[in-house]
């Protein structure tokens, strides 16, 4: 070992001379814990951040310090677990409350990582003098550790969106260097609690998560991800010689995440570390294939679905740059969020009941009739047409009803779907957004204390500029929260129209399930993109045929490649089904039915 390492760690002096919450010793450490009130958080927290921040500045031997740390640490993780309870899934300018929580949980995780930062750089210091334990092992377990708690503040900086505080990077960097320099990150630590086997599958676990666009995924899906690198890590080739695929690269001196190999500039310093993910994302691959669209578990509470494997695997598979140039704007903007609410902006403000049923039923119950033909809805005209959009002259095709097979409760639940007190404007508010630049592909807006903070990114919003008439269609992408207190929300536009319909699943051996809200995206040819079909998160999947429609038009399609997924909607390519009425009128046998305009004429 070399004890003569300059580490860049901020540490406290070690000059308490106050009274401590107990004697300095084990055992009284021991008697200590078992009177702390682990049901009452605030206080469970107050006397747990008092007792880490006096051992910290006490003078004390490494292996008695980490003896003590260790008869804290149940006790420290069910506090870190209580206050995440507090301050996660809460609204995007978060109420005073949940931000003391997440403070106070900020403090306790930093005052555990600087305990064990102790432990090891003095085992390695004092290593003459240990008697009880090997001086590796105790060094080891101490960084170890230490890297765990630190790795927790990067996962919750990404959770809540928040930039990393000053040398929160650093801190993670330099507690693996230290290590590095004593050749201990590649031996098996005895107890890895919930970080990785090893000291460098430990620190991976937390660098991975700035490599995988953590800005475009909540909160739950950067715990599973953070499991889920706990094993995966493993696969990651990290060393100090690339290997020719090394996709990342980050500086151990730096206070940075690691960034693209590519985009690295300078000669790479001793401190540079290359990150090549290669046989991880191959494992990935496999992982997707043999899973067959099913949800890799890790235990009861931890899950990673699918779609958030391919983000992985796209994430650091290859690198990915923003594809146009943003320009400041201050346009107003208008948006709608959520599936249910851009559905019903997009439908002309018709409720979804109103959409699917023909409203001249009895006592407020639809009444649909089965005797109406419908055209097909689902030409190829191009959407970018709609400034000529001229007179479509395709086939017009006749199909079945959609709810002609609904029984009355059905009919009847969709009309109390929505039901509310509250005006149906209330319901599905429209708010007025603050530009902070655009582009092409999308829009940047700067959220405020006025704006819903429930919203998530993934979830799909309809907007509207001031001189447009038709509802855009775009998805958050990302959001961050500013050191300024600003919160930045980025939005991906998907489609430039979009056309609300009911879909109904067609189940073998039952009726048709009840219809569910989504939305048709029409083809794009000046850019080669295909219609798709906006759909709930869940119950929709490749090959499942749908009867697609509203009161007066329907027909049957089938969904071909998921092309996407959020934890609020999937989107498929799909095609159309020819029925029985298709065939007869396309072989001169049949007729098809109506002198009606296609909608695509007015697209």
Known sequence: MDDHTTVKLLLPRQDFAGEPLFEPTADAATDWVQNLPVTNTNSLVQQLSQALGDLNRMKLPPELRFNILATLLPNLQIAVLNLSKRFLNQPLIMPEEPRRMAELSDKLLTLATTSYTIVGIEAIQQRDAIRKMNPARLTCEALQRALLFSGRKVLQNFQLHQPMSVHGWQTLHQLYALADSQRLV?????????GGNTIKATYLQ???????????LRHTDLSALYRGFQQWSERVHFAA?????????VDLDSDQAAMYAALFRGEPGPGCRYIDTTALVEHLTEL??????SDINFDKNTHVPITLLEHLIASLGSMSLRNFKRSRSDNALRMCIGLHSTHFHVAGER??????????????????????????????????QMANPGDYTGDLKLVPNLLVDLDSTTKARLFQENASDLPVAQRYPIFEAKLADSSPGGYCLEWTAELPGDIKA???????EEDHNEWVIAVIRWVSRLSNARTLIGLELLSPR??????????????????????????????????????PRTGFKERQKITLGTSSEACSIQLLRHIASTGSFSQFEFCQIKELGDVLADSGQGQAGGEFDSLWSNI
């Open 351 to 384: 409720l979804f009941e109103e959409l699917v049923c023909n409203t001249t039923g009895i006592d407020g119950v639809a009444d649909v009739s089965a005797e109406n033909p419908f055209l097909n809805p689902l030409s190829q005209a191009d959407v970018w």
């Open 241 to 249: 010689q690339g290997t020719g695929n090394d996709l990342f690269v």
């Open 458 to 464: 993934g979830d799909i919003v309809g907007l509207k």
């Open 288 to 293: 997707k294939e043999e899973a067959g669209g």
């Open 186 to 194: 590649d031996l098996p630590v005895p107890e890895p609690l919930s």
């Open 498 to 535: 979009a056309i609300a319909y009911g879909a109904s699943i067609h189940k073998k051996g039952e009726d048709k399930a009840p219809p569910m809200r989504v939305l048709m995206l029409p083809e794009i040819k000046v850019v080669g993109q295909p219609q798709t079909l906006i759909t």
């Open 206 to 216: 937390a660098l991975l998560l700035g490599c995988c666009k953590a800005n475009q």
